[in-house]
């Protein structure tokens, strides 16, 4: 009798990808097309998230292909990406990542989605000297080991609520008070995300001399957090500060409601994912959310025009998205840094590819972008919005800003 | 800790805060719990898909939000999906390792876990959801304790339930005949009973216990396709400590249980919520192991 064995079913799966992808030995170029790779989570629990970034690099892609392409040597190219799904676990974006270069021949690598993912596949990159840039894993660790070939486009992670502590302190000033009598609440999920997030935040609390009063680290399987409100409610503090994810942005605000917190500045992580704005109407106003990016920024670049003609071009193209996520923007800027370094380098060269990537300079609808050497992008910054009469106005920096902090926050409980 | 320590004893109304938080969901790990221990008292299958079972409960709830209904209503809907779910599963899996040991049932249940996780993931996302009840804030002691109504609602059901579930075991031929079960097995079936049939009914009643449980869940917290595992953690604490067939212990080990949660995650952190449900179990071991040599030497 037959036997089905994972063996067989391992070769059969070989077989049917060779065959597939047939005459991909020497898959850099193609003709006329030059092959990018990514495996992204197109399944699994970061499959929203990575999706979105799918979304953002086709659409990058087919905007390249369809104003003239890449222009190398003379000699215009059409840009492909090839996918694999890593369902989400990293140790299957590691070997992806191994099967992508060896088998494939990819020479050009666009990142995955997550700082996990991005973390499993870097030092695959790297061994090969293979340069990939990467729009979903903001981690600051990915930026302190040395990289040679990984290049990000977003703002790292220690940012992302930063500017909510210089912008208590601005008002803390205002109030007549001193920055420094600002008395700070934290609740960081305890995953390599949230607590670089946290990170940034102790830094800058530091620098400013901010007492923290409450540090509370969320598990992971997150569901409640009522203990930790509890006390922000006896002690008080000036500014409370959560990053769980969208679990943690959902777990607070309905929280926040449920136990009626009354801190004058709250401040989270993933707003947007968590859809809090829809599901905590009235316990989600005043929040303050930090984002990459966001299509009522003045950015604006070749190819896709302002931030807002990208945002009504994603929408056009992809069908049930009411607002773009930043997740998608960036990796279409991914994407556009890869056309900008290939036609600089003008050369299919790795190295070649990997110096022209390293000098890039370039204003697009995403934002500045321009790369230290560690890798990240200094060029543009995180923006902080706050949800004000159930839209998301930006208020910091104050060379962005649309609208005015509402201080204090003002939840319709 | 020593500071949050001084201020429970500073502030004593937020000892309110925390117990009542705490024992009000307490009352529903209590209900999940309990399934667990009814099917592991007859079944000896260890279910560690009931966290699970609890998660699939509270989807429903979310896709009668989503439908429109108020997701109360969801309740009776999910115990009877639940329970025809149960019944499949019996019939497709656990039929099939229930007299095998004890290895064979564990991974099939972590298996029938995993599928799950993955089948809701694919159906509904990664995302958070919750289902929103609509139920009003109340405000006791001049509005320094909060207290969802929801919270209230919860445990009115789960105490309802869990009263039908008494009667039911007490009064009707098949919770005769599934304590009978319960006690001999052997006997049962000699006497006439179809065992069979009494582990089928059985472990969906559980799944049903475990969908209403999951139901209130998502009314008061959040769910996500990957939460099942703490609720089934929390449930084998529960049934460890309070013993199988001991329905009074479960509930006070589930009371206990959420309230030692809430008050280690004031004290301590939210980062030892969790760890202290691990922990207690340890030490309910412990004290199980010290008690069981005791009876041992007694005997010898």
Same mark, same amino acid.
């Given at each position: 009798?037959?036997?089905?064995?994972?063996?067989?079913?391992?070769?059969?799966?070989?077989?049917?990808?060779?065959?597939?992808?047939?005459?991909?030995?020497?898959?850099k170029v193609e003709g006329d097309t030059i092959i990018l790779g990514s495996a992204i989570s197109l399944t699994g629990k970061y499959s929203t998230n990575g999706i979105h970034a799918q979304n953002g690099y086709e659409l990058a892609v087919k905007?390249?292909?369809?104003?003239?392409?890449?222009?190398?040597?003379?000699?215009?190219?059409?840009?492909?990406?090839?996918?694999?799904?890593?369902?989400?676990?990293?140790?299957?974006?590691?070997?992806?990542?191994?099967?992508?270069?060896?088998?494939?021949?990819?020479?050009?690598?666009?990142?995955?989605?997550?700082?996990?993912?991005? *973390? =499993?596949?870097? /030092?695959?990159?790297?061994?090969?000297?293979?340069?990939?840039?990467? +729009?979903?894993? %903001?981690? @600051?660790? #990915?930026?302190?080991?040395?990289?040679?070939?990984?290049?990000?486009?977003?703002?790292?992670?220690?940012?992302?609520?930063?500017?909510?502590?210089?912008?208590?302190?601005?008002?803390?000033?205002?109030?007549?008070?001193?920055?420094?009598?600002?008395?700070?609440?934290?609740?960081?999920?305890?995953?390599?995300?949230?607590?670089?997030?946290?990170?940034?935040?102790?830094?800058?609390?530091?620098?400013?001399?901010?007492?923290?009063?409450?540090?509370?680290?969320?598990?992971?399987?997150?569901?409640?957090?009522?203990?930790?409100?509890?006390?922000? *409610? =006896?002690?008080? /503090?000036?500014?409370?500060?959560?990053?769980?994810?969208?679990?943690? +942005?959902?777990? %607070?605000? @309905?929280? #926040?409601?449920?136990?009626?917190?009354?801190?004058?500045?709250?401040?989270?992580?993933?707003?947007?994912?968590?859809?809090?704005?829809?599901?905590?109407?009235?316990?989600?106003?005043?929040?303050?959310?930090?984002?990459?990016?966001?299509?009522?920024?003045?950015?604006?670049?070749?190819?896709?025009?302002?931030?807002?003609?990208?945002?009504?071009?994603?929408?056009?193209?992809?069908?049930?998205?009411?607002?773009?996520?930043?997740?998608?923007?960036?990796?279409?800027?991914?994407?556009?840094?890869?056309?900008?370094?290939?036609?600089?380098?003008?050369?299919?060269?790795?190295?070649?590819?990997?110096?022209?990537?390293?000098?890039?300079?370039?204003?697009?609808?995403?934002?500045?972008?321009?790369?230290?050497?560690?890798?990240?992008?200094?060029?543009?910054?995180?923006?902080?919005?706050?949800?004000?009469?159930?839209?998301?106005?930006?208020?910091?920096?104050?060379?962005?800003?649309?609208?005015?902090?509402?201080?204090?926050?003002?939840?319709?409980? | 800790?020593?500071?949050?320590?001084?201020?429970?004893?500073?502030?004593?109304?937020?000892?309110?805060?925390?117990?009542?938080?705490?024992?009000?969901?307490?009352?529903?790990?209590?209900?999940?719990?309990?399934?667990?221990?009814?099917?592991?008292?007859?079944?000896?299958?260890?279910?560690?898909?009931?966290?699970?079972?609890?998660?699939?409960?509270?989807?429903?709830?979310?896709?009668?939000?989503?439908?429109?209904?108020?997701?109360?209503?969801?309740?009776?809907?999910?115990?009877?999906?639940?329970?025809?779910?149960?019944?499949?599963?019996?019939?497709?899996?656990?039929?099939?390792?229930?007299?095998?040991?004890?290895?064979?049932?564990?991974?099939?249940?972590?298996?029938?876990?995993?599928?799950?996780?993955?089948?809701?993931?694919?159906?509904?996302?990664?995302?958070?959801?919750?289902?929103?009840?609509?139920?009003?804030?109340?405000?006791?002691?001049?509005?320094?304790?909060?207290?969802?109504?929801?919270?209230?609602?919860?445990?009115?059901?789960?105490?309802?339930?869990?009263?039908?579930?008494?009667?039911?075991?007490?009064?009707?031929?098949?919770?005769?005949?599934?304590?009978?079960?319960?006690?001999?097995?052997?006997?049962?079936?000699?006497?006439?009973?179809?065992?069979?049939?009494?582990?089928?009914?059985?472990?969906?009643?559980?799944?049903?216990?475990?969908?209403?449980?999951?139901?209130?869940?998502?009314?008061?917290?959040?769910?996500?396709?990957?939460?099942?595992?703490?609720?089934?953690?929390?449930?084998?604490?529960?049934?460890?400590?309070?013993?199988?067939?001991?329905?009074?212990?479960?509930?006070?080990?589930?009371?206990?249980?959420?309230?030692?949660?809430?008050?280690?995650?004031?004290?301590?952190?939210?980062?030892?919520?969790?760890?202290?449900?691990?922990?207690?179990?340890?030490?309910?071991?412990?004290?199980?192991?010290?008690?069981?040599?005791?009876?041992?030497?007694?005997?010898?």
């Open positions: 009798m037959f036997q089905f064995k994972p063996i067989h079913a391992a070769a059969a799966a070989a077989v049917a990808l060779s065959l597939g992808l047939a005459g991909t030995a020497d898959a905007r390249i292909n369809e104003t003239g392409g890449v222009t190398v040597g003379g000699k215009s190219y059409k840009l492909k990406v090839v996918y694999y799904d890593d369902e989400s676990t990293p140790a299957r974006g590691a070997q992806l990542a191994e099967r992508l270069i060896q088998q494939d021949g990819v020479k050009f690598m666009l990142g995955p989605y997550s700082s996990g993912l991005t *973390k =499993a596949i870097a /030092p695959v990159t790297e061994k090969y000297k293979i340069p990939m840039v990467e +729009a979903e894993g %903001a981690s @600051r660790s #990915l930026f302190t080991q040395g990289y040679k070939y990984l290049f990000a486009v977003l703002s790292t992670s220690e940012q992302y609520l930063a500017s909510s502590i210089e912008l208590a302190g601005e008002i803390a000033v205002k109030n007549g008070k001193k920055a420094s009598d600002v008395r700070i609440a934290m609740a960081f999920e305890n995953d390599p995300f949230s607590q670089d997030v946290r990170a940034g935040v102790m830094e800058d609390a530091k620098k400013l001399g901010m007492k923290i009063v409450i540090d509370d680290k969320l598990p992971r399987d997150l569901s409640d957090m009522s203990a930790t409100l509890t006390k922000v *409610k =006896a002690l008080k /503090p000036d500014l409370l500060v959560v990053s769980g994810h969208s679990k943690g +942005a959902a777990t %607070a605000a @309905r929280q #926040l409601q449920e136990l009626r917190i009354d801190t004058p500045i709250v401040a989270m992580t993933h707003c947007e994912a968590a859809q809090v704005t829809a599901k905590f109407e009235g316990a989600s106003e005043g929040l303050l959310c930090p984002t990459q990016w966001a299509e009522s920024l003045s950015y604006s670049g070749a190819a896709f025009g302002s931030a807002g003609d990208y945002d009504k071009l994603f929408k056009a193209t992809f069908s049930g998205y009411k607002s773009v996520p930043y997740q998608a923007a960036q990796a279409s800027a991914a994407v556009l840094v890869w056309k900008d370094a290939l036609e600089r380098a003008n050369s299919f060269d790795t190295l070649k590819v990997r110096n022209a990537l390293s000098a890039t300079d370039m204003k697009t609808f995403y934002g500045g972008i321009k790369f230290s050497a560690a890798g990240n992008n200094t060029a543009k910054p995180m923006v902080l919005r706050q949800i004000q009469s159930g839209k998301y106005a930006v208020v910091a920096p104050a060379k962005w800003a649309s609208e005015k902090v509402v201080y204090p926050r003002n939840p319709n409980y | 800790m020593w500071d949050n320590i001084s201020l429970l004893v500073i502030a004593p109304l937020l000892n309110v805060q925390l117990l009542m938080d705490g024992v009000l969901i307490g009352a529903i790990f209590a209900l999940a719990a309990y399934g667990l221990a009814l099917v592991w008292g007859v079944t000896n299958v260890k279910n560690l898909a009931q966290g699970d079972f609890v998660i699939m409960g509270g989807y429903i709830a979310y896709v009668f939000t989503t439908l429109g209904i108020h997701p109360i209503l969801a309740l009776p809907v999910a115990m009877v999906l639940m329970f025809g779910f149960g019944w499949i599963i019996y019939r497709l899996i656990i039929a099939h390792v229930i007299e095998r040991d004890l290895f064979t049932s564990l991974l099939a249940t972590f298996g029938l876990a995993l599928v799950i996780q993955q089948t809701l993931n694919l159906i509904f996302g990664p995302d958070v959801q919750i289902a929103e009840s609509g139920f009003d804030i109340l405000f006791l002691f001049g509005g320094q304790v909060t207290l969802a109504e929801i919270k209230l609602v919860a445990l009115v059901l789960a105490g309802l339930l869990a009263a039908m579930i008494v009667i039911f075991m007490k009064t009707s031929r098949m919770g005769q005949a599934i304590r009978a079960t319960a006690q001999n097995a052997r006997a049962a079936k000699i006497m006439g009973i179809d065992t069979d049939r009494v582990y089928a009914f059985t472990f969906a009643m559980n799944a049903a216990i475990c969908g209403a449980a999951g139901v209130l869940i998502s009314m008061i917290w959040v769910i996500q396709p990957f939460f099942g595992i703490s609720y089934s953690i929390r449930s084998f604490v529960i049934v460890t400590a309070a013993g199988l067939g001991n329905l009074p212990g479960v509930i006070i080990a589930g009371l206990g249980l959420g309230a030692a949660e809430q008050f280690s995650g004031f004290v301590l952190g939210a980062e030892f919520q969790q760890a202290t449900v691990v922990g207690l179990l340890v030490l309910v071991l412990m004290y199980r192991q010290i008690q069981m040599r005791r009876q041992r030497r007694v005997v010898s």
